[in-house]
């Protein structure tokens, strides 16, 4: 048994709570546990992507410095701190890297921590829960522990920009990716290929601009049922979201009758290895996924 | 609490002075007084920055600095003792804004939080809001638990808040981090919180009529009767045996 010091970010504990739970189940089954940091803060987000202010770092340095006590705490832990969300995945990759090259930028936000009784001391890496499975746990083990293939399920995997850009954050390769295709593969599901597997999904513009969201979701959808999808596998609570709204709002225009339910790539494991169909939170999907898994006789 | 200890020692008979300064006049006040007290025995009258005395209401948050030192320190005025060299600022109250909601129309989680007060989203996790608590709370871990929506958790993490202010004027997301503490402890409170049902149970006993026999009999009982009764109580439940 691994323990893992994990980093939620808020997403998870809000819109995303089938993402978290099935992530956290499975990785109890695989015995590389995610276990939560007792206290965290946000990430940063987006404001941490500016190289010139160290105000906005000190949120992802301070992440990286309570995880490191943290890791101190749990059972055979690697100096590593695992996320679910791709934003929170970026977000600490990218500073991490930056501080850990260059000294001057951690030094001041080190002297601000000092306070706190926290340092970093340059001794985390970052990962994405993709990159535990893939690396760590290795895609036989998962195997071996599916209870139920995925039988019938075609599914497109769709990566959004945050898994592969930037350079210092990617997962995989940006331009053919492979990792969520081989889990899903381990689990018994066909796997679908379009083009549009990084394609915008209008991102944050659902906040001001929904009409640039909708065009995005309309090209990503048709494309994939296009390559003769039936469900959609994603690893970010944003563009689950965009996917999954967006498809039923078209649904309620008019423009559109078939829907792919969206997935995250933890609720697929969850199905397939055996956990209850409660943990997914399948309720708070704007899209019914179970009307698929029943008809193809999965749940 | 007090933060700051007195630093001089009493000489025989003299009582000993500290040199404090208010609004920048230098005073020279017994050292054994509160920040409060020595404010008024310099002359002053609290009208505003003053309330329970007893380190409860909030009203009395107070910035200084000390002679040398580059630092800003806060207190809360009735709670800590004078040192040589304050400089004193005391905050009659705090401009931060303050939202109006009908709590019978809301849901325990972060929506709600970011519905009224948006700038929540804006923290940067410097802890500045944490340094300057006189209440020695985790400021910056409150916010962030409400952020999450893990509203038990920001509640319990909140609970000793005496909303002084301190940590809204420090902050640099401009968040007023004890109205959303507020906020967070009515939706705890309302949504979230085991409702009493044994206080419901107990209440229909009384107007039942359970306990009525008992106190007729305590009433007419003779007052040594009653001290007789008294020693010999204990608290095994009568009904039980």
């Given at each position: 048994m691994v323990q893992y010091s994990y980093f939620p970010g808020c997403n998870l504990k809000t819109n995303a709570k089938g993402f978290e739970k099935s992530a956290l189940a499975v990785s109890k089954q695989l015995d590389a546990e995610l276990v939560e940091m007792p206290n965290w803060n946000c990430c940063g987000t987006v404001h941490?992507?500016?190289?010139?202010?160290l105000m906005k770092r000190i949120a992802p340095t301070r992440i990286l410095s309570r995880s490191s006590k943290h890791v101190e705490m749990l059972e055979n832990s690697p100096k590593e701190v695992v996320t679910l969300c791709s934003m929170c995945n970026s977000t600490l990759k990218v500073v991490n890297k930056d501080i850990k090259n260059d000294e001057s930028k951690l030094e001041p936000i080190n002297f601000q921590l000092e306070f706190d009784e926290e340092e970093y001391k340059k001794d985390m890496e970052v990962k994405h829960f993709l990159e535990i499975l893939r690396d760590s746990v290795g895609y036989e083990k998962i195997e071996k522990n599916v209870k139920k293939p995925l039988k019938g399920l075609k599914v497109f995997c769709y990566y959004g920009c945050m898994l592969l850009h930037p350079d210092e954050a990617k997962i995989d390769d940006e331009e053919m990716p492979a990792v969520l295709e081989d889990l899903s593969e381990s689990l018994g599901a066909e796997i679908i290929f379009s083009p549009l597997f990084k394609y915008c999904c209008g991102s944050y513009h659902?906040?001001?601009?929904?009409d640039i969201v909708n065009t995005q979701v309309q090209k990503i959808i048709q494309s994939a049922k296009q390559s003769g999808a039936n469900a959609v596998v994603v690893a970010c609570p944003l563009c689950a979201y965009n996917l999954d709204a967006q498809q039923k709002l078209m649904e309620k225009q008019g423009q559109d009758k078939e829907l792919l339910p969206i997935f995250y790539f933890t609720q697929l494991m969850a199905i397939a290895m055996g956990e209850p169909i409660n943990i997914n939170h399948f309720e708070e999907h704007h899209i019914n996924p179970k009307k698929l898994l029943k008809k193809l006789k999965l749940i | 609490m007090s933060k700051a200890k007195a630093n001089s020692k009493p000489k025989d008979n003299v009582s000993p002075t500290v040199r404090i300064y208010i609004m920048g006049e230098a005073k020279d006040v017994p050292a054994s007084l509160t920040i409060m007290k020595a404010i008024e025995y310099a002359g002053y009258k609290l009208t505003?920055?003053?309330?329970?005395?007893?380190?409860?209401?909030?009203?009395c948050a107070t910035i200084y600095r000390k002679e040398g030192d580059y630092r800003i320190y806060t207190a809360l005025a009735c709670q800590t003792m004078v040192e040589d060299g304050m400089y004193l600022t005391q905050l009659p109250f705090v401009p931060a804004e303050k939202v109006k909601y009908n709590i019978k129309d809301l849901s325990p989680s972060a929506e709600t939080i970011l519905r009224y007060y948006p700038e929540v989203a804006r923290c940067l996790s410097c802890n500045a809001c944490s340094k300057v608590c006189p209440q020695d709370l985790s400021v910056m871990d409150y916010v962030q638990y409400a952020l999450q929506g893990q509203i038990e958790k920001a509640t319990e993490a909140s609970f000793d808040c005496v909303s002084c202010g301190l940590c809204a004027i420090r902050c640099p997301a401009e968040i007023p981090q004890y109205h959303v503490a507020e906020l967070v402890r009515r939706l705890y409170g309302k949504y979230i919180q085991k409702y009493p049902e044994t206080l419901d149970k107990r209440v229909k006993e009384i107007e039942d009529g359970v306990f009525e026999e008992g106190f007729k009999e305590f009433m007419s009982m003779s007052h040594d009767e009653i001290v007789e009764k008294y020693k010999a109580r204990d608290f095994i439940d009568q009904k039980k045996k």
């Amino acid at each position: 048994m691994v323990q893992y010091s994990y980093f939620p970010g808020c997403n998870l504990k809000t819109n995303a709570k089938g993402f978290e739970k099935s992530a956290l189940a499975v990785s109890k089954q695989l015995d590389a546990e995610l276990v939560e940091m007792p206290n965290w803060n946000c990430c940063g987000t987006v404001h941490t992507l500016v190289s010139d202010n160290l105000m906005k770092r000190i949120a992802p340095t301070r992440i990286l410095s309570r995880s490191s006590k943290h890791v101190e705490m749990l059972e055979n832990s690697p100096k590593e701190v695992v996320t679910l969300c791709s934003m929170c995945n970026s977000t600490l990759k990218v500073v991490n890297k930056d501080i850990k090259n260059d000294e001057s930028k951690l030094e001041p936000i080190n002297f601000q921590l000092e306070f706190d009784e926290e340092e970093y001391k340059k001794d985390m890496e970052v990962k994405h829960f993709l990159e535990i499975l893939r690396d760590s746990v290795g895609y036989e083990k998962i195997e071996k522990n599916v209870k139920k293939p995925l039988k019938g399920l075609k599914v497109f995997c769709y990566y959004g920009c945050m898994l592969l850009h930037p350079d210092e954050a990617k997962i995989d390769d940006e331009e053919m990716p492979a990792v969520l295709e081989d889990l899903s593969e381990s689990l018994g599901a066909e796997i679908i290929f379009s083009p549009l597997f990084k394609y915008c999904c209008g991102s944050y513009h659902i906040v001001d601009q929904e009409d640039i969201v909708n065009t995005q979701v309309q090209k990503i959808i048709q494309s994939a049922k296009q390559s003769g999808a039936n469900a959609v596998v994603v690893a970010c609570p944003l563009c689950a979201y965009n996917l999954d709204a967006q498809q039923k709002l078209m649904e309620k225009q008019g423009q559109d009758k078939e829907l792919l339910p969206i997935f995250y790539f933890t609720q697929l494991m969850a199905i397939a290895m055996g956990e209850p169909i409660n943990i997914n939170h399948f309720e708070e999907h704007h899209i019914n996924p179970k009307k698929l898994l029943k008809k193809l006789k999965l749940i | 609490m007090s933060k700051a200890k007195a630093n001089s020692k009493p000489k025989d008979n003299v009582s000993p002075t500290v040199r404090i300064y208010i609004m920048g006049e230098a005073k020279d006040v017994p050292a054994s007084l509160t920040i409060m007290k020595a404010i008024e025995y310099a002359g002053y009258k609290l009208t505003r920055g003053a309330g329970c005395r007893a380190g409860f209401c909030g009203a009395c948050a107070t910035i200084y600095r000390k002679e040398g030192d580059y630092r800003i320190y806060t207190a809360l005025a009735c709670q800590t003792m004078v040192e040589d060299g304050m400089y004193l600022t005391q905050l009659p109250f705090v401009p931060a804004e303050k939202v109006k909601y009908n709590i019978k129309d809301l849901s325990p989680s972060a929506e709600t939080i970011l519905r009224y007060y948006p700038e929540v989203a804006r923290c940067l996790s410097c802890n500045a809001c944490s340094k300057v608590c006189p209440q020695d709370l985790s400021v910056m871990d409150y916010v962030q638990y409400a952020l999450q929506g893990q509203i038990e958790k920001a509640t319990e993490a909140s609970f000793d808040c005496v909303s002084c202010g301190l940590c809204a004027i420090r902050c640099p997301a401009e968040i007023p981090q004890y109205h959303v503490a507020e906020l967070v402890r009515r939706l705890y409170g309302k949504y979230i919180q085991k409702y009493p049902e044994t206080l419901d149970k107990r209440v229909k006993e009384i107007e039942d009529g359970v306990f009525e026999e008992g106190f007729k009999e305590f009433m007419s009982m003779s007052h040594d009767e009653i001290v007789e009764k008294y020693k010999a109580r204990d608290f095994i439940d009568q009904k039980k045996k």
